[in-house]
């Protein structure tokens, strides 16, 4: 090899090297890029709210009566089409589900029908004036998917009579955990209405603590899908209790079924009131256990509560 080759040789070497070294620092740096928290607020039309930091808030949201006046006692809703969506499950073979009728007392008045074009969807629950908690697959279809338009919220629905008439949906919230990874661990939402209804409903409280909530007495109000349309019911004729507590998730065996989705799992708690711990999701012929053996719902932890706080708060 000539004098010439071998610088070009030496040349093209460094060059290659160098260019080399650029991209393991820059795989280093990508990869040492800190990934994004599953309880990161996400919006359907991309606004952003303030979150409190962690540990800069109570754990306690109290709930409220509202005035219990209904904008319409004798209104009559359009009848709607059934299900569209997964059943879930009655536990121990018995469904103890009871109807609650009428629902303009509270927290019946606060548990809200969610339809989708008309069609039963979802349950959710009054935490402001104009804010509703729900499951994330009842806003969103998860894991990069899209949100869900054609939302209605009925307040206090009772079978083919609207106490409380309807509320559209103007914005919907969830997580990060839920829209970009369909983890069920982060399957929340809200969703905010064009009306202030809850003034008169009332609202849910809600609360997190670090400690176990296993041995928790539980209630779930929601709206069944195999049930005539409109119908409330609780699932059990008295409390159950949490089987199994996790750090983002809570176990149950109180009967569910599809359209039960986004129901408070709640206890009439001191300080609080109707206050819920999670926000059912989920039945048991899945995964493995406690998947398998119990109802679940997402437990409102301090992110969580957090978020439903500036959900509920935004302008």
């Not at 303009?104 to 402001?128: D, F, L």
Request: one cysteine or more.
């Amino acid at each position: 090899m000539n004098s010439s080759s071998l610088r070009r040789t030496l040349v093209f070497g460094s060059v290659a090297a160098v260019a080399a070294a650029l991209l393991a620092t820059g795989s280093t740096a990508a990869a040492a890029a800190p990934p994004v928290p599953l309880d990161t607020p996400v919006s359907s039309d991309g606004s952003t709210v303030a979150v409190a930091p962690v540990g800069a808030t109570s754990n306690v949201q109290p709930g409220y009566r509202g005035t219990g006046k209904a904008i319409s006692p004798r209104a009559k809703a359009p009848a709607g089409r059934g299900m569209e969506i997964t059943p879930e499950s009655i536990w121990g073979g018995s469904d103890d589900r009871i109807r609650i009728t009428p629902t303009t007392s509270y927290p019946a008045s606060a548990t809200v029908m969610i339809t989708r074009n008309g069609a039963a969807h979802c349950t959710g629950w009054m935490i402001s004036a104009n804010t509703v908690a729900t499951a994330g697959h009842c806003v969103h279809s998860g894991s990069g998917g899209t949100w869900y338009s054609g939302l209605a919220v009925w307040p206090g629905r009772d079978g083919a009579s609207a106490p409380y008439g309807s509320c559209g949906v103007y914005q919907s919230h969830s997580v990060s955990g839920w829209t970009s990874s369909g983890n069920e661990a982060y399957d929340y939402g809200a969703l905010r209405l064009n009306c202030t209804v809850g003034n008169s409903t009332g609202w849910y409280g809600f609360w997190w603590q670090a400690a176990s909530l296993a041995g928790t007495s539980t209630l779930i109000n929601g709206y069944p899908g195999e049930k005539a349309f409109g119908e409330q019911w609780r699932g059990d004729s008295v409390a159950r209790t949490v089987a199994v507590s996790e750090a983002e998730q809570v176990f149950y065996s109180n009967d569910t079924t599809g359209g039960m989705s986004g129901s408070p799992v709640y206890q009439n708690r001191s300080g609080c009131g109707f206050c819920a711990m999670a926000i059912h999701a989920y039945g048991f012929p899945h995964a493995s256990y406690p998947h398998n053996a119990y109802n679940h719902g997402t437990r409102i932890t301090q992110a969580k509560f957090n978020n439903l706080v500036a959900w509920k708060d935004a302008p």
